[in-house]
């Protein structure tokens, strides 16, 4: 297997964005992180590796309207993404309740250098039709930056799924047919809605990202083999699909067996794993 691409990892642990103590808990708390401390990048890359992972999406996340502060600030994921340029592809987030979020997104691609936005609605409690989400991708697509939604339920406190189901994406998916979208966790449990929402649009993606069912040997088979039918994924969705830990929930290695336990063709691990994330990004190569 050549280069991985993890499209989903919350850096909340990374230690360069974890010295102050307050704001360490604070995110934790927000993100629902328990009995988790820092991890070195040095560590961190070692266990990336395991899994061949040599580049990774890191989603940033600004839920700021009422608590004050991100959990994972724009400012954070751009520190990092300076510390390694060649690993990590930061996506920015900004609260769309924000006054300010229209100028603070803009900053992010042209001062911050900052490869996409990633929202999360079900924690803003906002409907993904709703006229503020569309401003912000207005913007993304000014920018010809591609967008990382939250769908599916999410484990985080205070969000809800109502605000989240896959098929709520469908009017900005087709409202902004010149912008990548992904729809992370490929909607669980509404996968099948996400899935019809791949085959309908060429600009909608979806990540493998999956959430804590037995373990993920068991869980990429009951969604990718069983929810929906066994040859969807290799017969209608290879060109949709990108490889997604969610960590620091899953750790990359053990999602990339649940991957690997679908024993899909050769080729179309090869785009789940890294060709599909680059269409994504709007690149032929990595760097
Ligand atoms: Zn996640």
Redesign the pocket.
Known sequence: MSTVIDT?I?PALFAPICEDGDRFRFRCNEMNYHLMSPIDLDLLKKQLALADIRCVFL?GEDCSFEKGQAAISNDEIAHLTELEPEMFIGFASVDPRSPDAEEKLRFAFTEQGLAGMAL?TAKCRLFPYDERVFRLCEICGEYAKPVIF?SGI??ERDAFSRYSRPADFEEVIAAFSGINFCL??TGWPWVQETAALLIKYPNAFANT?LMSFDGPLQLYHKVYKEDMGEFWVEHNLADKLMF?S?SP?IRPVRAKRGLDGLNLRADVMEKICCRNALRFLGKEVLL
């Open positions: 989903h919350h989603l999360n939250h999410c484990l992370t966790h990202a997604g969610d929930r």
